[in-house]
């Protein structure tokens, strides 16, 4: 038998599927927001999109550390 992602999951595979998601989509949205990097993030116009991005943060990290606290 192939040894493959899905006959061979380890415990770490979903958590870096989900990590590389979240990185990938908060560039897009950084990208977004800033017209391409046009202009500064650091705005004030930018402030909830900043938050929205410290909560997902957030919410990984609190999926990551679940995942570990039961999956050990």
Request: aromatic share 12%.
């Amino acid at each position: 038998m192939k040894n493959t992602y899905s006959t061979n999951n380890t415990s770490r595979n979903p958590i870096i599927l989900l990590i590389l998601v979240w990185f990938v989509l908060n560039v897009l949205l950084l990208l977004s927001a800033t017209n391409f990097l046009a202009e500064s993030f650091f705005q004030k116009e930018h402030l909830m999109v900043c938050f929205i991005m410290i909560g997902s943060a957030l919410a990984t990290l609190k999926v990551c550390l679940d995942h570990y606290k039961y999956n050990g």
